[in-house]
Every structure is written in C-alpha cells, then in structure tokens.
C-alpha cells in the first residue's frame, strides 16, 4: 500500500482532525505485535505522524490487520504489502475484522508486552475485570472521533485515533473516579499503552481502553433529536442531565486539584481565541466586536477552576436502565493533551450541553426544510423547536442548580462560556461539516442581539433563564 493510498484513508476518515488543512503524512512507525509470531490474523497498531506547513504534528492510530496475500476477499481490505516478517499480506482495518478484535481483546486479557528494537507495548487490566476472549466483538457504527467496539454485552474497546502524548485523560478519569457513585461513569477493565522512536524523539501514548459497556444505553442525542423532531417534551430529561452533570463535577473536584482564574486572563484567553477564529472565518467578523464584549464581563471576576469534562454535549451522554451516564472524558479534540488537563470551570460543560440543545433544534429545522417542497424551514417548526430548546435549556439548569437561579456573575460566566464554545464550534464546522456552520453561527447571532437588547427586557422573568443562549 502506497503512502498516498494510506494517506489517503486517514484524511477521509471522521476521526481525523486536519481536514481543511495542508498536511501530509511525514512517516509511519509500526509498534509490536499484538499477536503471536505465527498468529492470523497479525494484529498491530501503526503510528501514522502527520504534518503541517506550520511545523506542527500530530499522531494518529491506525489499528490494523495483515493476512497472508491471495486469499478470500476482505471488504474491510486497505490494500497489498511485503512484510520482512510476515511476507506478501493483505492489509486490512483490525476495528472492521472480528478476528482481530478478538485478538485484541486477548492480548488485554494475558496482559501481554512485546517490545522491538524502537517501540514498545504494554497491556494492562484492573483487579476482578470480567473480560475474556470469548466475547463476540462487533463494531460501533456511530459517528466518533475514536473508534468503538464491544464485546457481547459486558465491555467495550476504544481505540484512540489522534493520540496526545501522555496518559490519555479518559483513562485517568475513570481510574480515579472509579466507585465514586456520583460520578455516572462506566467502570474501567483496562487499558494499552506505548512507547516509540520517531526519528530521535521518544513518545509515549495510551492507544486503547476497555470500560464497561453500558446496558440499556440509548444515545443521548438521539433520544433528544427524535424527541425534537417528533415535537415532544425533553425537559424531564433534560432536567435529570442537569442533576447528573452536577454530580460529576463534584467527583472531579474531589478526585483532582481545584484552582482559579482571574477573570482578566479568561477574557485574554477568549478573546484570542476569537481573534484567530475570524481570521480563518471572515462569517465570524461581523460580530466579533459584540462577541469581545461578552467576554469583557467576565474581567472583574475570579473564576473558580476544577478538572472538568471539557467537550461536554448530547453525543457524551447515555441513558440506561440507571438513568443518565456521561462518557468521553478526553477533552475538546483540537486542543492538546496539556491545554485538555488544566482546570477549567464547570460553566464550560455546561455551556457545551446547551450549545448541544441548540444543535438537535437545528438539525430537526433542516430536517424539515429537507421534506419541505421550497426547501425553507416552515415558520411553525422553527418557532417550534426554538421553544424546545428553550424548554430543555431551563430545565437542564434547574437540575444542575438543583432549583436555584443563576447568580448574576454565574449568568456572566455561562453567556461567555456558550459564545466561546460557539466561536470553537464555527471553526470546527468549517474544517469539518461546512454545511452546518449556519447552526453556530446563527446562535452567536442571536446571542449577540439579546444582549444588545435593552437590559429590562433581557431580565424578564418570563422570557426564561438565559434568554441570550436560547437557540
């Protein structure tokens, strides 16, 4: 298989992270085997490093698995290579190949380390974990920026596609949250880890985890899109989130270190970060002076800080037979390992949620402009899944405040959080789903004309909490 080929199908790929950007592929470096000398299907993860014009790089798994050349078909196939160790092979998706799951999950299971000449490769489990090989794998087929497999009904694999180096937050998330029942995680089985040379630099990175898979588990933003859709309340839902995203908090800030930020340097930070967004999106420009504004609030305050979920929407909850569980504590995926960790305020999950609402309201109107014969959105839907979001936001924040009303430098902090998640979800959009940048770019929109609203309007009970974040 060529580079342009391997290339190729790690840019077309929905985890990958630089579409929209110029980079290539700078070297591959495949870590041990997974498997035993002899073993097919061969199972290893290569390290695809990745470069742009800006000397930045970036680290990408590609799970793979090789079967000797000439044999039956395989639909998952990537293409055709020579291996000094294996001979001609048919290269092909380990996450797509049943075979080769089940050889995964074995090699967690023994616990097994292999180690070559510049890499090496560390299984590893947690005490009383119920895997065995045995369990039938069968892939994931939702939209995710890693890759999901489970096993029968009792685990789940996430392999991890763009690595940050260093322990992966969501395996030190769930190892120290672990049986801190506020939490709402799942419990972790184990995990894989790595090292490697890449020309004269060493790295390290957790490449895969194995938790518990969820029963009953429905997503959480498809049970919100198909309640939006269909016109039907969400805010009993909605309102229990609230209540376990709090819950969440708690255990992260008892499991992890607590700080501040000043005000000032949260509004720099922002507004940075608004400032870079224009200048890649000029559709940002009219309203970034009003966007600056929101941000300017936030200066006089100290900011408490605490580890945080840190990419919190729909797509991040569960609902089980237990009631609502939160996943993926990896962070925003185009931040770094390092800006990922540091404490941030709860507000920024919170805002990620609402802004979420928002996204499911949008999908459900462009939805209805699709079945509609001009292709508009009739006015009836937009008013109406306008309200829904509306309904689900002030719910939500009455479970997360568990009934009291936003203090007025929480509904400070909480406006400029959900403007900067929108800012980041613009540029996200424009990399990413050019299609949908209407849905954060209508919301900074509305967000900025109810502030420049006139304050006695903006305030009105009757209007709802954080009328400026209604979609």
Request: with cysteine.
């Amino acid at each position: 298989m060529s580079e342009h080929d391997l290339f190729d199908h790690i840019s077309r790929a929905r985890w990958f992270g630089g579409k929209g950007r110029h980079a290539e592929l700078v070297r591959v470096d495949p870590l041990p085997w997974l498997t035993a000398p002899g073993e097919w299907p061969a199972v290893r993860a290569e390290i695809a490093e990745i470069g742009y014009p800006d000397d930045e790089v970036e680290f990408y798994q590609l799970l793979l698995s090789y079967r000797p050349a000439g044999g039956a078909a395989d639909p998952a196939a990537l293409g055709t290579d020579e291996l000094p160790d294996l001979g001609p092979v048919v290269r092909s998706d380990a996450t797509r190949d049943p075979e080769a799951m089940t050889a995964l999950l074995r090699a967690v299971v023994e616990q097994r380390e292999a180690a070559s000449e510049t890499a090496t490769l560390r299984c590893r489990t947690v005490e009383d974990h119920p895997l065995t090989p045995a369990l039938a794998p069968r892939l994931f087929g939702g939209e995710q920026s890693n890759t999901s497999v489970m096993y029968g009904d009792v685990a789940m694999v996430k392999a991890f596609r763009r690595l940050g180096t260093g322990a992966n937050l969501d395996i030190e998330v769930h190892r120290a949250l672990a049986g801190d029942e506020r939490a709402r995680a799942a419990r972790l089985h184990g995990w894989i880890e790595a090292e490697w040379q890449s020309g004269r630099r060493r790295h390290s990175a957790d490449l895969a985890m194995v938790v518990e898979q969820l029963r009953e588990a429905a997503d959480g933003w498809e049970l919100a899109l198909d309640a939006c859709t269909a016109g039907r309340d969400f805010s009993t839902e909605a309102e229990a989130l609230g209540l376990a995203l709090r819950g969440v908090h708690e255990a992260l800030g008892d499991h992890f270190p607590r700080g501040s930020v000043s005000g000032e340097a949260l509004a720099r930070t922002m507004g940075r970060r608004l400032q870079a967004a224009a200048r890649e999106t000029v559709e940002l420009l009219p309203t970034a002076d009003a966007v600056q504004a929101l941000f300017d609030r936030v200066r006089p305050l100290t900011v408490p800080t605490q580890r945080v979920h840190g990419d919190f929407h729909l797509g991040q909850t569960l609902h089980t037979a237990d009631g609502w569980k939160i996943i993926d504590f990896e962070g925003e995926p185009l931040k770094s390992l390092d800006e990922r960790r540091e404490p941030d305020s709860p507000w920024r999950d919170v805002a990620g949620i609402l802004r979420s609402f928002d996204y499911a309201a949008g999908s459900a109107a462009a939805a209805a402009a699709a079945a509609a014969n001009d292709g508009q959105v009739p006015p009836e839907t937009a008013a109406a899944t306008q309200r829904w979001a509306a309904g689900c936001t002030a719910a939500f924040l009455r479970g997360y405040g568990s009934g009291s009303a936003l203090a007025a430098e929480e509904e400070t902090l909480l406006q400029a959080y959900v403007a900067d998640k929108a800012v980041y979800e613009v540029v996200y959009e424009v990399r990413n789903r050019p299609a949908w940048v209407g849905i954060p770019l209508r919301a900074i929109e509305r967000l900025v004309a109810d502030d420049e609203a006139p304050a006695a309007r903006r305030h009105d009970d009757r209007r709802g909490p954080l009328n400026g974040i209604r979609p």
